[in-house]
């Protein structure tokens, strides 16, 4: 039996973490979702959140990993036969995020490209539907386009290298480089931001509480929403990046470090998409209002190149914006494809390169899929689904099934707390075995009596039926059907 690949160091794994944590979401979706959900007042419930939900479940899949020294299908299946599939469903939601998320890394190298001389001209959407992705209809593919395509080679060769060079060589190496550089451009773009006119307007709207928002339980929901999909928690990547911590390592420690420091990149990722738009109301002489603001791709490809169209020096920081979405994405990506190379080796029995070869070179097959006129449409369902319907069903199954049918956090504290120095109270118990369930199962009964009143973003039922919700159920059945597969009697964990 060979040797258990492990991280070179402590920092290496935390670098690994927080690179995970830290993804496009924070920074194109936390501001907005701040903003809609009573401004400063959004920090109490996600305050709450992160310390009720967010590091308990951080410090479980820690946990599990660390114990088992297992991917997270193997590590399910050592607390009991029965909850392995769980593992292979949060395999398989990954590898259906690893199909989409290098796309969009694909145009925000293009568009790091486009910010010398600020190609997209005078109107930023035009530019990025018409000129840039040439978009179609909802379930019109029609051609390739090249501008994507080409950019996606590069994406998935730096993959490639890195998983092919393992552990301690490869992932620990990227993020060694990638994480402090995010950081560091990230704050240039920030202390740029709010020396800019008008940008203490937008961080006053930004930041500005409305109180009478505390009572809404939507705000609340928001709040969990959050913390659980900027986490990494339920993808299966926790439980494999901590399955490679020597065996004396403080995992309770290492979870707040991980879950602080993703809430301060979300803080000042909010500071710096403020202090821009701001700016942008500066200019236009409009208040920042719901208007202006927008989460998501909009924000990122539409209103930011608007922005940095009128800023000084515009062509120097467009570069850096878009060149911190690609150090977000590219570490979030690996951390991503790492779980289901994991996977593979273990129950197949294969070497690194095979699985890497066989897991990433299915991965890239699928992700040609969204180089076409119209790949925007369904990166937006499928991603909308799998997150939905898949990594918030599949959080609230691995909760349930630990704290309720397999009674195992008693096990797991016990196991924490003998490598830990924070020792792990009540509080621990009560938030995974109460408020995360009831939270997450809220949140699924929500968005299931919003997908059945209005078809999602009013696309046609049968695109949405077969790109969305088939294939989030299908991650499901196919986790299933792997983990019928007995495990092989002499694992491989080169």
Not at 92 to 102: E, Q
Not at 192 to 210: Q, Y
Not at 350 to 376: C, D, E
Request: cysteine-free; proline content about 4%; hydrophobic content about 50%.
């Amino acid at each position: 039996m060979e040797k258990r690949s492990q991280w070179g160091t402590r920092i290496g794994f935390l670098l690994a973490a927080i690179g995970s944590a830290i993804g496009l979401g924070n920074i194109w979706r936390f501001p907005a979702t701040a903003f809609e959900n009573g401004g400063g007042a959004f920090f109490v419930p996600y305050l709450f959140a992160l310390l009720t939900a967010g590091i308990p479940l951080l410090i479980m899949e820690y946990t599990i990993g660390h114990k088992y020294r297992s991917s997270s299908p193997r590590g399910f299946s050592k607390i009991s036969k029965g909850m392995e599939w769980i593992g292979w469903w949060q395999v398989l939601i990954s590898f259906v995020i690893s199909t989409y998320y290098p796309i969009v890394i694909s145009w925000a190298i293009m568009y790091a490209y486009f910010s010398f001389g600020t190609k997209w001209g005078e109107s930023a959407t035009d530019f990025f539907v018409g000129d840039f992705l040439t978009l179609s209809e909802p379930g019109v593919f029609g051609s390739i386009v090249p501008s994507v395509l080409i950019p996606l080679l590069f994406v998935w060769a730096f993959v490639f290298f890195f998983l092919g060079r393992g552990v301690k060589k490869g992932i620990e190496l990227a993020n060694r480089i990638f994480i402090p550089l995010l950081f560091v451009v990230f704050l240039i773009i920030v202390i740029r931001a709010v020396t800019l006119p008008g940008a203490f307007e937008g961080l006053d709207a930004f930041f500005k509480p409305d109180w009478s928002r505390i009572a809404d339980g939507d705000v609340w929901v928001a709040a969990y929403g959050q913390i659980f999909f900027s986490l990494s928690i339920a993808f299966a990547i926790m439980i494999t990046y901590s399955s490679y911590l020597p065996k004396k390592s403080d995992i309770t420690n290492n979870a707040f470090i991980t879950g602080f420091a993703n809430s301060s990149f979300e803080l000042l990722a909010g500071i710096g998409v403020f202090a821009v738009l701001g700016f942008m109301a500066f200019k236009s002489n409009v208040p920042v209002n719901d208007d202006l603001v927008e989460g998501g791709v909009g924000l990122a490809f539409m209103v930011f190149p608007e922005i940095i169209s009128q800023m000084p020096a515009a062509s120097f920081f467009g570069f850096l914006f878009f060149a911190s979405l690609v150090l977000a994405g590219l570490s979030s990506m690996i951390s991503i494809s790492e779980t289901y190379i994991a996977a593979l080796q273990e129950k197949f029995s294969v070497s690194r390169k095979v699985a890497v070869t066989i897991g990433g070179g299915l991965a890239f097959l699928a992700s040609l899929l969204y180089v076409n006129q119209g790949g925007l449409f369904l990166l937006d369902t499928v991603d909308h689904f799998i997150n939905n319907y898949g990594v918030a069903l599949a959080g609230l199954f691995e909760v349930v099934a630990i704290a309720w049918f397999a009674r195992h956090l008693k096990d797991l504290q016990t196991h924490a707390d003998s490598v830990s120095d924070i020792k792990l109270g009540k509080w621990w118990r009560v938030s995974l075995s109460v408020i995360t369930p009831i939270v997450l199962g809220y949140m699924m009964l929500e968005n299931l009596r919003t997908e059945l009143t209005r078809p999602y973003e009013d696309y046609p039922i049968e695109f949405l039926f077969t790109y969305g919700w088939v294939v989030a159920i299908g991650a499901m059945f196919i986790g299933a059907l792997i983990s019928t597969k007995k495990w092989p009697s002499k694992d491989n964990h080169s």
